[in-house]
């Protein structure tokens, strides 16, 4: 499995660019999960469904499965902060690339998100993580590098350089034990 963050301000573009890669991946042949970083309380169920009132009764677990999907729903009693390797480890096993959004303090080689209209400051110049940045302002980086410099609009090249370069992604949990 090979795996990939994406790291940059909020508004930055990253979920526009993942949601883009998906299927540049795809049609590559490749099986794509993701994961993402949730900062504040979040949802993904609805008031008055099954699976909501079954974590409101207080199950610590719900695992909802139908022939089309099957989704996991764990709470924490105490607030918990999942690292980014917890949440992988959770994935299907037979998936080829996973695209991490958020988690952009971890040790997964990733793509910095950034935008000079944003006048958010990079990170690529103080975080060795990352592998190259993905922006539609090549010109206005504001410190020249060595690494890729890659198209934010265009998703397709992304993913070609990430197949072309995929073993640099290669994800071995061991090492992160």
């Given amino acids: 499995m090979k795996v990939v963050g994406f790291a940059g301000f909020s508004g930055s573009g990253k979920t526009t660019l993942v949601e883009q890669l998906i299927p540049a991946l795809k049609l590559r042949g490749k099986r794509v999960s993701v994961v993402k970083h949730a900062h504040h309380h979040f949802d993904i169920d609805h008031p008055g469904k099954d699976t909501w ?4 009764a207080g199950a610590f677990e719900v695992v909802a499965a139908s022939p089309h999907r099957l989704v ?3 709470e924490f009693e105490q607030a918990f902060e999942v690292s980014v390797h917890q949440a992988i480890a959770e994935l299907y096993a037979g998936v080829d690339w996973v ?3 958020g988690f952009k303090d971890s040790d997964l080689p990733k793509v910095e998100v950034w935008r000079h209209a944003s006048g958010r400051p990079a990170r690529y110049p103080d975080d060795p993580f990352v592998v190259a940045i993905a922006t539609d302002s090549p010109d206005q980086l504001p410190e020249a590098t060595l690494r890729p410099v890659l198209d934010l609009n265009n998703a397709d090249a992304l993913a070609a350089w990430l197949v072309d370069n995929e073993v640099r992604f290669e994800y071995n949990p061991e090492a992160y034990a």
């Avoid at 009132?53 to 409101?56: G, L, N, S, V």
Wanted: proline share 0%; glycine share 0%; charged share 50%.
């Fill in 72 to 74: 996991l729903m764990r």
């Fill in 53 to 56: 009132r079954h974590r409101e």
């Fill in 99 to 101: 695209l991490v959004e």
